[in-house]
């Protein structure tokens, strides 16, 4: 009876707490991986969840701020729970190391990366925090965004997390393009009508906001706050109106940019001539510093 109990329990999904039959290996419901469950400890695992617009860098961001966990950057100490866990910082590793990015992360959450971690920061009285980070697809956040409870794995995901990195294209902010702005104002506006019940209650859940490739704008590691306000203006009078625990960030990840074309193709393949990471760690600390 006890291992029954058991065998039940161990099936029931982590994201959307849905029961799954013995013997499967990814939820029915969300298609979110049961291995979760199995690494899950006594602890309740905290979601940080990444998100952010297609193209703007969540896989290399995730993949690298998982490597430097694993090689004790900034005093961190990080166990993986299951090899399923370091699929996605070897794929971003050794793409990179070709001078290659990594491939598009596919829209069909069952093709995802999971990452399970037990992270701490090593000090006299360490505090061990589980945590869940997904590698999501930004198409299929995009298509939540304009059709709630499409991706149901996203809706629980972002429903059940303790915080968020939220990624922002500086390079494309920064040449005065629109699009990052309409979509992080598009998330935020998702994420207060699913936590703010009431028109006064704002959103409580720490939020990180990220400018990846802030390289091309340097002024945006001297003060990513500004650099928002005046290349993001109507996420950031949202972020003022809705929001009680936030943080502004800037992050880098490739020192220099080349691009190729072959004789059969008009297109030009941009080629990440090596990394040089920077504001990677920071965001994270921050966040656990929340939970």
């Known amino acids: 009876m006890a291992t029954e109990l058991l065998e039940a329990a161990a099936l029931t999904c982590l994201i959307c707490d849905t029961p799954n039959r013995t013997g499967a290996s990814i939820c029915e419901s969300c298609s979110a991986p049961l291995s979760l469950v199995l690494a899950a400890t006594d602890r309740e695992p905290r979601i940080v969840s990444v998100i952010g617009d297609s193209n703007v860098g969540k896989t290399v961001f995730l993949g690298f701020l998982l490597d430097m966990l694993a090689q004790r950057a900034n ?31 596919p829209m069909e959450s069952h093709h995802w990366n999971w990452a399970y971690y ?42 059940r997390s ?19 702005d309409f979509f992080a104002l598009k998330m935020l506006s998702y994420i207060d009508a699913m936590f703010s019940s009431k028109r006064r209650q704002k959103i409580d859940m720490p939020i990180a906001v990220v400018l990846t490739k ?16 005046a290349n ?23 020192g220099a940019l080349g691009y190729a074309t072959s004789e059969n193709e008009d297109t030009a393949t941009p080629i990440p001539l090596h990394t ?5 760690m920071e965001p994270f600390e921050w966040m656990v510093a929340q939970l």
């Not at 956040?141 to 794995?153: G, K, M, N």
């Not at 303790?162 to 990052?180: F, I, M």
């Not at 802030?214 to 306000?229: L, S, V």
């Open 118 to 159: 037990q992270v701490t920061k090593r000090s006299k009285h360490p505090k061990w925090v589980d945590l869940v980070m997904p590698d999501m697809a930004g198409e299929a956040i995009a298509a939540e965004l304009a059709s709630p409870s499409t991706f149901r794995v996203i809706e629980r995901l972002i429903h």
């Open 214 to 229: 802030a390289d091309y704008f340097p002024e945006a590691f001297d003060n990513p706050e500004r650099f928002i306000g």
């Open 75 to 105: 005093n961190f100490e990080a166990i993986p729970k299951g090899a399923y866990s370091l699929d996605l910082p070897q794929t971003v590793i050794s793409h990179m190391a070709y001078r290659m990015f990594p491939p598009k992360t």
């Open 162 to 180: 303790a915080g968020l990195l939220l990624l922002v294209d500086a390079a494309l902010a920064g040449n005065g393009s629109t699009q990052p």
């Open 232 to 254: 993001l203006s109507r996420f950031a009078h949202m972020c003022a109106s809705r929001c009680n625990n936030l943080a502004f960030f800037a992050s880098s990840v490739v």
């Open 276 to 280: 040089s990471l920077r504001g990677v």
